[in-house]
Protein backbone atom coordinates (compact mmCIF):
# COMPACT_ATOMS: atom_id res chain seq x y z
CA UNK A 1 0.00 0.00 0.00
CA UNK A 2 1.63 3.46 -1.06
CA UNK A 3 1.89 6.12 1.51
CA UNK A 4 3.46 8.90 0.72
CA UNK A 5 3.94 9.79 5.01
CA UNK A 6 7.58 9.00 6.43
CA UNK A 7 9.10 8.81 9.64
CA UNK A 8 7.08 8.76 12.60
CA UNK A 9 3.99 10.29 10.81
CA UNK A 10 3.64 6.87 9.04
CA UNK A 11 3.70 5.17 12.17
CA UNK A 12 0.76 7.40 13.03
CA UNK A 13 -0.84 6.93 9.79
CA UNK A 14 -2.80 4.12 11.18
CA UNK A 15 -4.22 3.28 7.26
CA UNK A 16 -0.71 2.98 6.56
CA UNK A 17 1.42 1.77 9.46
CA UNK A 18 2.75 -1.34 10.40
CA UNK A 19 4.65 -0.76 13.22
CA UNK A 20 7.67 -3.82 13.48
CA UNK A 21 6.36 -5.88 10.31
CA UNK A 22 7.94 -2.52 8.28
CA UNK A 23 10.81 -4.96 6.47
CA UNK A 24 14.49 -3.59 6.52
CA UNK A 25 13.82 -2.43 3.23
CA UNK A 26 10.75 -0.27 4.12
CA UNK A 27 12.61 0.91 7.37
CA UNK A 28 14.85 2.41 4.81
CA UNK A 29 12.44 3.94 2.41
CA UNK A 30 10.66 5.55 4.82
CA UNK A 31 13.19 6.98 7.25
CA UNK A 32 12.25 4.75 10.01
CA UNK A 33 15.70 2.93 11.33
CA UNK A 34 16.16 4.18 14.59
CA UNK A 35 12.34 4.17 15.38
CA UNK A 36 11.58 0.77 15.78
CA UNK A 37 12.83 -1.86 17.55
CA UNK A 38 15.05 -4.38 16.10
CA UNK A 39 12.98 -7.47 15.11
CA UNK A 40 10.72 -7.02 11.76
CA UNK A 41 8.45 -9.43 12.22
CA UNK A 42 5.17 -10.38 9.90
CA UNK A 43 1.63 -9.98 10.28
CA UNK A 44 0.84 -13.52 11.87
CA UNK A 45 2.85 -12.67 14.37
CA UNK A 46 1.46 -9.10 15.30
CA UNK A 47 -1.67 -10.88 15.18
CA UNK A 48 -0.89 -13.38 18.16
CA UNK A 49 0.50 -10.49 20.13
CA UNK A 50 -2.85 -9.10 20.02
CA UNK A 51 -4.99 -12.47 20.15
CA UNK A 52 -2.18 -12.83 23.56
CA UNK A 53 -2.79 -9.41 25.43
CA UNK A 54 -6.83 -9.94 24.68
CA UNK A 55 -6.43 -13.28 26.60
CA UNK A 56 -4.86 -11.26 29.41
CA UNK A 57 -7.42 -8.69 29.45
CA UNK A 58 -9.80 -9.79 32.25
CA UNK A 59 -12.98 -7.84 31.08
CA UNK A 60 -14.46 -7.62 28.08
CA UNK A 61 -14.39 -4.00 27.95
CA UNK A 62 -10.82 -3.54 28.36
CA UNK A 63 -10.75 -6.00 25.52
CA UNK A 64 -12.87 -3.34 23.31
CA UNK A 65 -10.42 -0.73 24.58
CA UNK A 66 -7.60 -2.65 23.74
CA UNK A 67 -9.28 -3.79 20.22
CA UNK A 68 -10.53 0.09 19.87
CA UNK A 69 -6.82 1.52 20.27
CA UNK A 70 -5.11 -1.20 17.72
CA UNK A 71 -7.87 0.18 15.38
CA UNK A 72 -6.27 3.58 15.55
CA UNK A 73 -2.79 2.54 15.17
CA UNK A 74 -2.71 0.17 12.76
CA UNK A 75 -6.22 -0.51 10.62
CA UNK A 76 -4.73 -3.30 8.51
CA UNK A 77 -3.69 -5.61 11.72
CA UNK A 78 -7.36 -4.78 13.47
CA UNK A 79 -9.31 -5.63 10.48
CA UNK A 80 -6.97 -9.23 10.27
CA UNK A 81 -7.62 -9.83 13.70
CA UNK A 82 -11.36 -9.19 13.25
CA UNK A 83 -11.60 -11.60 10.28
CA UNK A 84 -9.77 -14.20 11.62
CA UNK A 85 -10.49 -14.30 15.02
CA UNK A 86 -14.29 -12.82 13.67
CA UNK A 87 -16.23 -15.76 16.64
CA UNK A 88 -14.02 -14.49 19.75
CA UNK A 89 -13.91 -11.06 18.49
CA UNK A 90 -17.52 -10.13 17.61
CA UNK A 91 -18.75 -10.11 20.91
CA UNK A 92 -16.40 -7.60 21.60
CA UNK A 93 -16.74 -4.84 18.67
CA UNK A 94 -20.07 -5.46 18.43
CA UNK A 95 -23.16 -7.10 20.58
CA UNK A 96 -22.75 -7.47 23.48
CA UNK A 97 -19.92 -5.39 24.57
CA UNK A 98 -20.54 -2.74 22.55
CA UNK A 99 -23.38 -2.15 24.67
CA UNK A 100 -21.13 -1.47 27.59
CA UNK A 101 -19.08 0.55 25.56
CA UNK A 102 -22.08 2.79 24.39
CA UNK A 103 -22.91 3.45 27.60
CA UNK A 104 -19.18 4.40 28.93
CA UNK A 105 -18.41 6.13 25.58
CA UNK A 106 -17.81 9.54 27.07
CA UNK A 107 -15.56 8.37 30.25
CA UNK A 108 -13.08 6.43 28.07
CA UNK A 109 -12.85 8.92 24.96
CA UNK A 110 -9.63 8.96 23.89
CA UNK A 111 -9.43 9.93 19.66
CA UNK A 112 -12.54 10.76 17.80
CA UNK A 113 -13.92 8.59 15.15
CA UNK A 114 -16.50 9.56 12.91
CA UNK A 115 -18.96 12.69 12.79
CA UNK A 116 -20.91 14.17 14.71
CA UNK A 117 -23.41 17.05 13.92
CA UNK A 118 -25.09 18.71 16.27
CA UNK A 119 -28.66 21.24 16.04
CA UNK A 120 -26.18 24.19 15.63
CA UNK A 121 -24.31 22.77 12.42
CA UNK A 122 -28.38 23.70 11.16
CA UNK A 123 -27.86 25.16 7.50
CA UNK A 124 -23.98 24.21 7.37
CA UNK A 125 -23.77 20.45 7.32
CA UNK A 126 -23.06 20.35 3.61
CA UNK A 127 -20.29 23.02 4.83
CA UNK A 128 -18.59 21.00 7.51
CA UNK A 129 -19.04 17.86 5.70
CA UNK A 130 -16.29 19.17 3.69
CA UNK A 131 -13.87 18.59 6.81
CA UNK A 132 -14.38 14.84 6.50
CA UNK A 133 -10.86 13.88 5.04
CA UNK A 134 -12.17 10.94 2.67
CA UNK A 135 -13.84 11.40 -1.16
CA UNK A 136 -14.87 8.19 -2.08
CA UNK A 137 -17.72 7.46 1.23
CA UNK A 138 -19.67 4.33 -0.02
CA UNK A 139 -21.30 3.49 3.51
CA UNK A 140 -22.90 6.00 6.15
CA UNK A 141 -24.04 4.33 9.17
CA UNK A 142 -25.86 6.98 11.39
CA UNK A 143 -27.89 6.87 14.38
CA UNK A 144 -29.56 9.72 16.47
CA UNK A 145 -28.94 7.37 19.77
CA UNK A 146 -32.33 7.50 20.64
CA UNK A 147 -32.76 3.48 20.65
CA UNK A 148 -28.85 2.41 21.56
CA UNK A 149 -29.80 -1.73 21.35
CA UNK A 150 -32.30 -2.78 24.31
CA UNK A 151 -30.31 -0.18 26.12
CA UNK A 152 -32.36 3.08 25.48
CA UNK A 153 -31.55 6.61 25.21
CA UNK A 154 -27.82 6.63 25.10
CA UNK A 155 -27.56 10.41 23.29
CA UNK A 156 -24.01 10.75 21.31
CA UNK A 157 -22.50 7.93 23.47
CA UNK A 158 -24.66 5.89 20.68
CA UNK A 159 -21.53 6.37 18.35
CA UNK A 160 -20.05 3.14 19.69
CA UNK A 161 -22.82 1.46 17.39
CA UNK A 162 -22.08 3.45 13.57
CA UNK A 163 -18.63 2.10 14.88
CA UNK A 164 -19.01 -1.12 15.59
CA UNK A 165 -21.34 -1.57 12.46
CA UNK A 166 -18.94 -0.09 10.20
CA UNK A 167 -15.88 -2.36 11.70
CA UNK A 168 -18.16 -5.69 10.62
CA UNK A 169 -18.37 -3.88 6.87
CA UNK A 170 -14.78 -4.02 6.50
CA UNK A 171 -14.29 -7.35 8.49
CA UNK A 172 -17.66 -9.20 7.07
CA UNK A 173 -18.13 -7.57 3.67
CA UNK A 174 -14.75 -6.33 2.74
CA UNK A 175 -15.53 -2.91 2.20
CA UNK A 176 -12.56 -0.44 2.73
CA UNK A 177 -12.38 1.46 6.04
CA UNK A 178 -11.96 4.56 3.95
CA UNK A 179 -15.02 4.35 2.39
CA UNK A 180 -16.80 3.97 5.74
CA UNK A 181 -18.43 7.13 7.51
CA UNK A 182 -19.62 6.31 11.11
CA UNK A 183 -22.27 9.27 11.84
CA UNK A 184 -24.08 10.14 15.15
CA UNK A 185 -26.85 12.91 14.58
CA UNK A 186 -26.68 14.63 18.03
CA UNK A 187 -29.76 16.21 18.62
CA UNK A 188 -29.78 16.09 22.22
CA UNK A 189 -30.68 13.44 24.93
CA UNK A 190 -33.81 13.57 27.26
CA UNK A 191 -31.54 10.77 29.43
CA UNK A 192 -31.06 13.07 32.36
CA UNK A 193 -28.21 10.79 34.08
CA UNK A 194 -26.33 11.88 30.91
CA UNK A 195 -27.04 15.61 31.00
CA UNK A 196 -26.10 15.77 34.48
CA UNK A 197 -23.12 14.02 33.62
CA UNK A 198 -19.95 16.75 33.75
CA UNK A 199 -18.18 14.05 31.67
CA UNK A 200 -20.91 13.49 29.22
CA UNK A 201 -19.90 14.92 25.69
CA UNK A 202 -23.02 15.22 23.51
CA UNK A 203 -25.07 18.26 22.74
CA UNK A 204 -26.35 18.80 26.55
CA UNK A 205 -29.81 19.82 25.78
CA UNK A 206 -32.97 17.70 25.55
CA UNK A 207 -33.90 16.42 22.26
CA UNK A 208 -34.94 18.44 19.51
CA UNK A 209 -38.47 17.01 17.87
CA UNK A 210 -40.80 17.28 15.57
CA UNK A 211 -40.39 19.33 12.23
CA UNK A 212 -37.16 21.04 13.94
CA UNK A 213 -35.70 17.54 14.01
CA UNK A 214 -36.98 16.36 10.63
CA UNK A 215 -35.36 19.58 8.88
CA UNK A 216 -32.35 18.90 10.78
CA UNK A 217 -32.38 14.58 9.10
CA UNK A 218 -33.44 15.88 5.86
CA UNK A 219 -30.79 18.39 5.75
CA UNK A 220 -28.16 15.95 6.57
CA UNK A 221 -29.48 13.30 4.16
CA UNK A 222 -29.54 15.84 1.38
CA UNK A 223 -25.83 16.69 2.29
CA UNK A 224 -24.65 13.49 1.62
CA UNK A 225 -26.69 13.22 -1.30
CA UNK A 226 -24.70 15.88 -2.97
CA UNK A 227 -21.39 14.99 -1.17
CA UNK A 228 -21.48 11.30 -1.76
CA UNK A 229 -23.84 10.70 -3.98
CA UNK A 230 -23.26 6.81 -4.30
CA UNK A 231 -23.50 6.08 -0.79
CA UNK A 232 -25.72 3.99 1.13
CA UNK A 233 -27.35 5.43 4.37
CA UNK A 234 -28.14 3.09 7.07
CA UNK A 235 -30.25 4.12 9.54
CA UNK A 236 -29.70 2.88 12.51
CA UNK A 237 -31.24 2.37 16.48
CA UNK A 238 -34.04 5.38 15.81
CA UNK A 239 -36.88 5.13 18.61
CA UNK A 240 -39.57 3.41 16.41
CA UNK A 241 -41.77 6.48 15.00
CA UNK A 242 -39.24 8.04 13.88
CA UNK A 243 -37.16 4.88 12.19
CA UNK A 244 -40.55 4.50 10.14
CA UNK A 245 -40.75 7.85 9.29
CA UNK A 246 -37.28 8.11 7.75
CA UNK A 247 -37.42 5.01 6.37
CA UNK A 248 -40.92 5.87 4.61
CA UNK A 249 -39.61 9.49 3.64
CA UNK A 250 -36.42 8.50 2.04
CA UNK A 251 -36.62 4.54 1.04
CA UNK A 252 -37.86 5.28 -2.78
CA UNK A 253 -35.86 8.11 -3.63
CA UNK A 254 -32.54 7.22 -1.53
CA UNK A 255 -30.04 4.41 -1.18
CA UNK A 256 -30.56 3.64 2.33
CA UNK A 257 -32.11 1.25 4.38
CA UNK A 258 -33.25 0.95 7.68
CA UNK A 259 -30.82 -1.47 10.14
CA UNK A 260 -33.37 -2.51 13.07
CA UNK A 261 -36.45 -2.96 10.64
CA UNK A 262 -35.15 -4.34 7.34
CA UNK A 263 -31.62 -5.97 8.28
CA UNK A 264 -33.33 -7.84 11.15
CA UNK A 265 -36.41 -8.60 8.64
CA UNK A 266 -33.79 -10.41 6.65
CA UNK A 267 -31.96 -12.44 8.91
CA UNK A 268 -34.56 -13.54 10.88
CA UNK A 269 -36.94 -14.76 7.84
CA UNK A 270 -33.83 -16.48 6.87
CA UNK A 271 -33.88 -18.28 10.73
CA UNK A 272 -37.33 -19.22 9.46
CA UNK A 273 -36.34 -20.57 6.17
CA UNK A 274 -34.05 -23.20 7.92
CA UNK A 275 -36.20 -23.62 10.81
CA UNK A 276 -38.45 -25.97 8.46
CA UNK A 277 -35.56 -28.07 7.44
CA UNK A 278 -36.01 -28.98 10.99
CA UNK A 279 -39.61 -28.82 11.74
CA UNK A 280 -40.85 -29.88 8.79
CA UNK A 281 -44.00 -27.15 8.72
CA UNK A 282 -44.27 -25.90 5.23
CA UNK A 283 -43.22 -22.20 5.18
CA UNK A 284 -46.11 -21.10 3.83
CA UNK A 285 -48.45 -22.33 7.05
CA UNK A 286 -46.48 -21.27 9.82
CA UNK A 287 -48.05 -19.48 12.03
CA UNK A 288 -45.56 -16.95 13.75
CA UNK A 289 -45.93 -14.95 17.40
CA UNK A 290 -44.66 -11.97 18.13
CA UNK A 291 -43.59 -10.63 21.64
CA UNK A 292 -42.72 -6.70 21.28
CA UNK A 293 -44.77 -4.83 18.77
CA UNK A 294 -41.39 -1.94 17.64
CA UNK A 295 -39.17 -2.05 14.50
CA UNK A 296 -37.65 -5.01 14.92
CA UNK A 297 -40.51 -7.69 15.50
CA UNK A 298 -42.83 -5.27 12.56
CA UNK A 299 -40.01 -5.30 10.19
CA UNK A 300 -39.78 -9.31 10.42
CA UNK A 301 -43.85 -9.31 9.45
CA UNK A 302 -43.13 -7.23 6.92
CA UNK A 303 -41.37 -8.97 5.31
CA UNK A 304 -42.70 -12.28 5.95
CA UNK A 305 -46.12 -11.41 4.36
CA UNK A 306 -43.89 -10.94 1.09
CA UNK A 307 -42.16 -14.30 1.50
CA UNK A 308 -45.95 -15.85 1.85
CA UNK A 309 -46.96 -14.05 -1.01
CA UNK A 310 -44.55 -15.08 -3.02
CA UNK A 311 -45.36 -18.79 -1.65
CA UNK A 312 -48.99 -17.85 -3.36
CA UNK A 313 -50.48 -16.84 -0.11
CA UNK A 314 -52.75 -13.37 -0.74
CA UNK A 315 -52.07 -10.38 1.48
CA UNK A 316 -54.92 -10.87 4.27
CA UNK A 317 -53.89 -14.49 4.21
CA UNK A 318 -50.05 -13.68 4.97
CA UNK A 319 -51.04 -11.41 7.74
CA UNK A 320 -53.76 -13.46 9.25
CA UNK A 321 -50.93 -15.87 10.00
CA UNK A 322 -48.64 -13.42 11.99
CA UNK A 323 -49.59 -12.13 15.31
CA UNK A 324 -48.60 -9.49 18.01
CA UNK A 325 -48.66 -9.31 21.30
CA UNK A 326 -47.06 -6.07 23.04
CA UNK A 327 -47.15 -4.50 26.39
CA UNK A 328 -50.75 -4.51 26.55
CA UNK A 329 -51.63 -8.07 25.61
CA UNK A 330 -52.56 -9.52 22.14
CA UNK A 331 -52.74 -6.72 19.27
CA UNK A 332 -56.47 -6.98 18.03
CA UNK A 333 -58.50 -5.08 16.29
CA UNK A 334 -60.51 -3.45 18.97
CA UNK A 335 -57.67 -1.95 20.80
CA UNK A 336 -57.09 1.59 20.33
CA UNK A 337 -53.46 2.27 21.19
CA UNK A 338 -52.01 0.54 18.61
CA UNK A 339 -49.39 2.52 15.85
CA UNK A 340 -50.42 2.33 12.28
CA UNK A 341 -47.31 -0.12 11.48
CA UNK A 342 -48.95 -2.35 13.93
CA UNK A 343 -52.89 -1.86 12.21
CA UNK A 344 -52.34 -4.68 9.82
CA UNK A 345 -51.73 -7.65 12.12
CA UNK A 346 -54.69 -6.25 14.55
CA UNK A 347 -57.28 -9.07 13.51
CA UNK A 348 -60.69 -9.02 14.79
CA UNK A 349 -60.15 -11.50 17.56
CA UNK A 350 -60.89 -11.33 21.52
CA UNK A 351 -58.21 -9.18 23.26
CA UNK A 352 -56.07 -11.52 25.98
CA UNK A 353 -52.87 -12.08 27.33
CA UNK A 354 -49.47 -13.34 26.09
CA UNK A 355 -50.05 -16.53 27.79
CA UNK A 356 -53.41 -17.18 27.12
CA UNK A 357 -52.52 -16.05 22.83
CA UNK A 358 -49.99 -18.87 22.69
CA UNK A 359 -52.72 -21.02 24.32
CA UNK A 360 -55.10 -20.15 21.76
CA UNK A 361 -53.13 -19.34 18.24
CA UNK A 362 -50.49 -22.69 18.96
CA UNK A 363 -47.78 -20.60 16.66
CA UNK A 364 -44.99 -22.58 15.58
CA UNK A 365 -42.76 -19.78 16.16
CA UNK A 366 -42.41 -17.22 18.60
CA UNK A 367 -39.79 -14.15 17.70
CA UNK A 368 -38.93 -12.09 20.73
CA UNK A 369 -38.09 -8.32 19.94
CA UNK A 370 -38.93 -6.34 23.00
CA UNK A 371 -35.67 -5.12 24.83
CA UNK A 372 -36.97 -6.90 27.99
CA UNK A 373 -35.23 -9.83 29.69
CA UNK A 374 -37.11 -12.45 31.02
CA UNK A 375 -40.07 -11.95 29.07
CA UNK A 376 -40.21 -15.82 27.67
CA UNK A 377 -40.86 -17.61 30.90
CA UNK A 378 -40.70 -21.05 32.04
CA UNK A 379 -44.42 -20.90 31.63
CA UNK A 380 -44.14 -19.46 28.01
CA UNK A 381 -41.66 -22.23 26.83
CA UNK A 382 -43.50 -24.70 28.03
CA UNK A 383 -46.58 -24.04 26.57
CA UNK A 384 -44.60 -23.47 22.90
CA UNK A 385 -43.55 -26.80 23.85
CA UNK A 386 -46.67 -28.49 24.00
CA UNK A 387 -48.29 -27.36 20.56
CA UNK A 388 -44.78 -28.06 18.69
CA UNK A 389 -42.63 -31.09 18.26
CA UNK A 390 -39.97 -28.72 17.63
CA UNK A 391 -41.20 -25.04 18.84
CA UNK A 392 -39.16 -21.99 17.54
CA UNK A 393 -37.51 -19.77 19.78
CA UNK A 394 -35.85 -16.13 18.41
CA UNK A 395 -35.40 -14.30 21.54
CA UNK A 396 -33.61 -11.31 19.68
CA UNK A 397 -33.19 -8.44 21.98
CA UNK A 398 -29.74 -6.74 22.72
CA UNK A 399 -27.56 -7.07 24.38
CA UNK A 400 -27.41 -10.20 26.09
CA UNK A 401 -28.61 -8.68 29.71
CA UNK A 402 -31.86 -7.79 27.83
CA UNK A 403 -32.46 -11.37 25.77
CA UNK A 404 -35.94 -12.66 26.31
CA UNK A 405 -34.64 -15.58 27.88
CA UNK A 406 -31.19 -17.46 27.72
CA UNK A 407 -30.18 -20.63 25.56
CA UNK A 408 -29.82 -23.03 28.12
CA UNK A 409 -33.56 -21.53 29.70
CA UNK A 410 -35.26 -22.35 26.27
CA UNK A 411 -33.52 -26.04 26.20
CA UNK A 412 -33.91 -26.56 29.71
CA UNK A 413 -37.72 -25.78 29.53
CA UNK A 414 -38.35 -27.34 26.33
CA UNK A 415 -36.85 -30.46 27.34
CA UNK A 416 -34.20 -30.11 24.83
CA UNK A 417 -36.48 -29.72 22.15
CA UNK A 418 -36.46 -26.01 21.16
CA UNK A 419 -34.48 -24.68 18.28
CA UNK A 420 -33.18 -21.39 19.93
CA UNK A 421 -31.67 -18.33 18.30
CA UNK A 422 -30.80 -15.02 19.56
CA UNK A 423 -29.71 -11.90 18.95
CA UNK A 424 -26.18 -11.39 21.01
CA UNK A 425 -24.13 -14.53 21.18
CA UNK A 426 -24.55 -17.61 23.93
CA UNK A 427 -22.11 -20.59 23.93
CA UNK A 428 -23.44 -24.08 22.70
CA UNK A 429 -25.21 -25.69 25.60
CA UNK A 430 -24.44 -29.84 26.95
CA UNK A 431 -28.06 -30.36 27.98
CA UNK A 432 -28.74 -34.27 29.46
CA UNK A 433 -25.03 -35.24 27.15
CA UNK A 434 -26.56 -33.29 24.21
CA UNK A 435 -24.63 -30.59 22.68
CA UNK A 436 -27.13 -27.88 21.01
CA UNK A 437 -25.40 -24.76 19.30
CA UNK A 438 -27.76 -22.02 19.14
CA UNK A 439 -27.66 -18.96 16.36
CA UNK A 440 -27.19 -15.41 16.23
CA UNK A 441 -29.82 -14.01 14.82
CA UNK A 442 -28.28 -10.89 14.03
CA UNK A 443 -29.02 -8.67 11.24
CA UNK A 444 -24.62 -8.57 11.35
CA UNK A 445 -25.33 -11.91 8.97
CA UNK A 446 -26.56 -9.91 6.18
CA UNK A 447 -26.10 -6.21 6.40
CA UNK A 448 -22.91 -5.96 5.58
CA UNK A 449 -23.83 -8.02 2.34
CA UNK A 450 -26.70 -6.01 1.42
CA UNK A 451 -24.47 -2.79 2.06
CA UNK A 452 -21.86 -4.61 -0.77
CA UNK A 453 -24.24 -5.85 -3.45
CA UNK A 454 -26.12 -2.60 -3.42
CA UNK A 455 -23.12 -0.19 -3.77
CA UNK A 456 -21.47 -2.80 -6.48
CA UNK A 457 -24.52 -2.46 -8.58
CA UNK A 458 -24.85 1.49 -8.22
CA UNK A 459 -28.21 0.64 -6.67
CA UNK A 460 -31.10 3.37 -6.67
CA UNK A 461 -32.61 1.98 -3.23
CA UNK A 462 -33.37 -1.23 -1.68
CA UNK A 463 -36.62 -2.57 -2.18
CA UNK A 464 -38.06 -5.20 -0.34
CA UNK A 465 -36.89 -8.04 -3.22
CA UNK A 466 -33.25 -7.29 -2.22
CA UNK A 467 -34.05 -8.30 1.51
CA UNK A 468 -35.97 -11.29 0.40
CA UNK A 469 -33.03 -12.50 -1.48
CA UNK A 470 -30.72 -12.14 1.07
CA UNK A 471 -32.89 -14.00 3.46
CA UNK A 472 -32.84 -16.74 1.13
CA UNK A 473 -29.39 -17.19 0.42
CA UNK A 474 -28.45 -16.73 3.96
CA UNK A 475 -31.07 -19.82 4.55
CA UNK A 476 -29.00 -21.37 1.99
CA UNK A 477 -25.74 -21.47 3.63
CA UNK A 478 -26.88 -23.05 6.59
CA UNK A 479 -25.08 -27.34 6.13
CA UNK A 480 -26.82 -29.98 7.55
CA UNK A 481 -23.87 -30.19 10.65
CA UNK A 482 -25.69 -26.59 11.46
CA UNK A 483 -28.92 -28.27 11.41
CA UNK A 484 -28.06 -31.27 13.22
CA UNK A 485 -26.81 -29.47 15.84
CA UNK A 486 -30.05 -27.34 15.78
CA UNK A 487 -28.49 -23.86 14.67
CA UNK A 488 -30.81 -21.68 12.29
CA UNK A 489 -27.54 -20.10 11.09
CA UNK A 490 -24.30 -20.83 9.63
CA UNK A 491 -20.80 -20.46 11.38
CA UNK A 492 -20.00 -16.93 12.18
CA UNK A 493 -16.17 -18.15 11.06
CA UNK A 494 -17.31 -18.12 7.70
CA UNK A 495 -19.48 -15.00 7.64
CA UNK A 496 -16.95 -13.21 4.85
CA UNK A 497 -17.76 -16.05 1.85
CA UNK A 498 -21.61 -15.00 3.24
CA UNK A 499 -21.54 -12.00 2.97
CA UNK A 500 -19.84 -12.51 -0.77
CA UNK A 501 -22.66 -14.87 -1.41
CA UNK A 502 -24.98 -12.56 -0.27
CA UNK A 503 -23.92 -9.53 -1.97
CA UNK A 504 -23.59 -11.45 -5.20
CA UNK A 505 -27.44 -12.23 -5.38
CA UNK A 506 -28.34 -9.20 -4.05
CA UNK A 507 -26.74 -7.06 -7.05
CA UNK A 508 -27.89 -9.01 -9.66
CA UNK A 509 -31.04 -8.55 -7.93
CA UNK A 510 -30.41 -5.22 -8.68
CA UNK A 511 -29.44 -5.54 -12.05
CA UNK A 512 -32.71 -8.05 -12.88
CA UNK A 513 -35.26 -5.79 -11.27
CA UNK A 514 -33.22 -2.50 -13.37
CA UNK A 515 -32.50 -0.44 -10.20
CA UNK A 516 -28.81 -0.52 -10.75
CA UNK A 517 -27.43 2.46 -12.16
CA UNK A 518 -23.79 0.68 -13.41
CA UNK A 519 -23.50 -1.98 -16.03
CA UNK A 520 -23.39 -5.37 -14.61
CA UNK A 521 -19.58 -6.71 -15.07
CA UNK A 522 -19.07 -9.54 -17.12
CA UNK A 523 -18.13 -11.74 -14.00
CA UNK A 524 -20.11 -10.19 -10.94
CA UNK A 525 -18.22 -13.16 -8.34
CA UNK A 526 -14.90 -12.04 -9.69
CA UNK A 527 -15.71 -8.25 -9.60
CA UNK A 528 -16.77 -8.39 -5.90
CA UNK A 529 -14.10 -10.43 -4.78
CA UNK A 530 -11.63 -8.16 -6.17
CA UNK A 531 -13.70 -5.12 -5.18
CA UNK A 532 -13.15 -6.02 -1.40
CA UNK A 533 -10.62 -5.37 1.28
CA UNK A 534 -7.99 -7.59 2.61
CA UNK A 535 -6.25 -6.34 5.49
CA UNK A 536 -3.04 -8.54 4.91
CA UNK A 537 -0.04 -6.58 4.33
N1 LIG B 1 -31.18 -9.38 16.74
C1 LIG B 1 -31.18 -8.33 15.96
O1 LIG B 1 -30.60 -8.32 14.87
C2 LIG B 1 -31.91 -7.11 16.40
C3 LIG B 1 -32.39 -6.99 17.65
N2 LIG B 1 -33.07 -5.87 18.03
C4 LIG B 1 -33.47 -5.78 19.42
O2 LIG B 1 -34.88 -5.77 19.51
C5 LIG B 1 -35.25 -5.02 20.64
C6 LIG B 1 -36.41 -4.11 20.26
O3 LIG B 1 -36.02 -3.21 19.26
P1 LIG B 1 -37.13 -2.33 18.52
O4 LIG B 1 -38.17 -3.19 17.92
O5 LIG B 1 -36.43 -1.41 17.62
O6 LIG B 1 -37.69 -1.52 19.76
P2 LIG B 1 -39.12 -0.94 20.00
O7 LIG B 1 -39.04 -0.09 21.18
O8 LIG B 1 -39.63 -0.40 18.72
O9 LIG B 1 -40.00 -2.23 20.33
C7 LIG B 1 -40.12 -2.85 21.56
C8 LIG B 1 -41.49 -3.43 21.63
O10 LIG B 1 -41.58 -4.29 22.73
C9 LIG B 1 -42.73 -3.92 23.50
N3 LIG B 1 -42.52 -4.32 24.88
C10 LIG B 1 -41.78 -3.71 25.83
N4 LIG B 1 -41.83 -4.40 26.97
C11 LIG B 1 -42.61 -5.47 26.74
C12 LIG B 1 -43.05 -6.54 27.54
N5 LIG B 1 -42.70 -6.66 28.79
N6 LIG B 1 -43.87 -7.45 26.97
C13 LIG B 1 -44.27 -7.32 25.70
N7 LIG B 1 -43.87 -6.34 24.89
C14 LIG B 1 -43.05 -5.42 25.41
C15 LIG B 1 -42.85 -2.43 23.29
O11 LIG B 1 -44.13 -1.99 23.62
P3 LIG B 1 -44.29 -0.41 24.02
O12 LIG B 1 -43.82 0.35 22.83
O13 LIG B 1 -45.75 -0.29 24.29
O14 LIG B 1 -43.43 -0.22 25.22
C16 LIG B 1 -42.57 -2.37 21.80
O15 LIG B 1 -43.69 -2.75 21.06
C17 LIG B 1 -34.00 -4.30 21.14
O16 LIG B 1 -33.52 -4.96 22.28
C18 LIG B 1 -33.01 -4.48 20.04
O17 LIG B 1 -31.69 -4.64 20.51
C19 LIG B 1 -33.32 -4.85 17.16
C20 LIG B 1 -32.84 -4.91 15.89
C21 LIG B 1 -32.05 -6.03 15.43
C1 LIG C 1 -28.56 -5.67 16.29
C2 LIG C 1 -29.22 -4.39 16.26
O1 LIG C 1 -29.22 -3.72 15.26
C3 LIG C 1 -29.88 -3.92 17.45
O2 LIG C 1 -29.97 -4.63 18.43
O3 LIG C 1 -30.36 -2.78 17.41
MG1 LIG D 1 -29.75 -1.74 15.62
Not at 39 to 60: A, H
Not at 308 to 315: I, N, P, R, S, V
Amino acid sequence: MYSRSQGFEILSDARHNKSVAFSRQERELFNLRGLLPYSSVTQDVQVKRIMDGLKRKSSDIEKYLLLSLLHDRNERLFYRVVTEYVEEVMPIIYTPTVGQACKEFSNNFKRTRGFYITPEDKGEIRKILDNWPEDYVKVIVVTDGERILGLGDLGANGMGIPIGKLELYCACAGIHPYECLPVMLDVGTNNQELLDDILYLGYPFNRIKGEEYFELVDEFVMAIQDKYPKALIQFEDFLTPNAYALLNKYKDKVLCFNDDIQGTAAVALSGVYASTRITNVAFKDLKVMFLGAGSAATGIADLMVAAYMKEGLTKKQAESQLWFVDVNGLVVESRDDLMEHNLPYAHLHPQMSFEEAIDDIQPHILIGATGVAGTFTQTVIEKMTKYNERPVIFALSNPTSKAECTAEQAYEWSNGKAIFASGSPFAPVNYKGTEYRPGQGNNAYVFPGIGLGAIISNAKNIPDELFLEAAKTLSEQVTEDDINAGALYPKLSEIRNHSLEIAIRVADAAFELKIAKGHKPHNLRKFVKDYMFDPKY
